[in-house]
């Protein structure tokens, strides 16, 4: 029963962050991208050229393109795995419209440029959320699926970026701009080094290696202080040819500072490595997931 409560808060969790995200998301496209006619990649950016094209809704077309391929996604990957996504999608289609209709001009005024760079850094924010709880948008991701599947040279990441350039170029038979071209490739840019920082930044940890003759009190005091569990391992240092202990230590990158200080204050001629790592899985850290 406990097992089944934490499982249902986890999935809450997700669910709710997954919701913040589509309306990070979606607010970045019609407050900024879409009203100085910036095109990105993905089917919001395939929606945006149709919309710019024929002025029918980013929400319709966004719908229609993705259930199309969410069809060939149950098809070939199963519902399960595509049940998600498809809440997804009619949630993302409901904020396009709502915020479409209610941002008609630019936020930030007579600044494309500023506006490009809001509107991207929003969008990351908002799929970096959404990939982190399990979450997709799907449109080029079951696109860039379906091309992994049945070519295996072509990795998932190359997929997507194929996708997404070619829905960006395409851009010139609206506008005929090669500006616009480099905008959309710019903030494309921009999102995913966005994404990353997200994905990165919410798994970013530190690994210590702590080397003290004052091993038990240091060990101590990240156990009762600091709430870190830590491991003493058994050394031997090859030059002095002596035995030694060394305390190795998982933290989040946020905790570095107070191990440093309790280490500094029982010992300060211990001796320290400190690295980062993207993913500590287990207790205290992140659950494993797949």
């Known amino acids: ?75 070939l990957f199963g519902f399960k795995f595509t049940f998600k996504t498809i809440l997804n999608v009619f949630i993302l289609t409901f904020l396009l419209s709502f915020l479409q209709e209610l ?40 696109i860039a699926l379906i091309i992994n599947k049945y ?46 920082l997200v994905l990165n930044g919410a798994r970013q940890s530190v690994q210590f290696f702590i080397f003290s003759k004052k091993h038990e009190e240091i060990a ?4 009762g202080e600091a709430h870190r569990g830590c491991t003493v391992l058994d050394g031997t240092g090859w030059y002095s040819k002596k035995p030694t202990k060394v305390i190795v230590v998982m933290a989040k990158k946020t905790e570095s500072t107070m191990i440093f200080r309790l280490v500094k204050g029982i010992d300060p001629d211990a001796f320290i490595s400190q690295s980062v790592i993207r993913g500590v899985y287990g207790k205290g850290f992140d659950q494993i997931t797949v």
């Open 103 to 142: 941002i008609k001009e630019p936020l930030v005024k007579e600044e494309t440029f500023m506006n490009g760079l809001i509107g991207g850094v929003l969008c990351g924010v908002g799929l970096g959320l959404i990939f982190n709880h399990n979450g997709s948008t799907g449109g080029t991701d079951i």
């Open 151 to 196: 070519k295996k040279g072509v990795s998932i990441g190359k997929g997507l970026l194929l996708c997404d350039v070619l829905i960006i170029s395409s851009s010139w038979l609206i506008f005929g701009s090669v500006e616009k071209i480099v905008y959309g490739l710019v903030i494309m840019a921009v999102i995913s080094y966005t994404v990353d």
């Open 1 to 75: 029963m406990k097992i089944q409560k934490q499982v249902f808060i986890r999935e809450f969790k997700d669910y709710m962050l997954i919701l913040v995200g589509l309306f990070f998301y979606a607010f970045g496209w019609t407050g900024f991208l879409l009203p100085c006619e910036i095109t990105t990649g993905g089917v919001t950016g395939v929606a945006a050229i149709i919309y710019f094209a024929t002025g029918m809704p980013v929400a319709v077309s966004y719908f229609t393109i993705n259930s199309i391929l969410l069809l060939f996604s149950i098809k």
């Open 220 to 223: 101590d005091a990240i156990i």
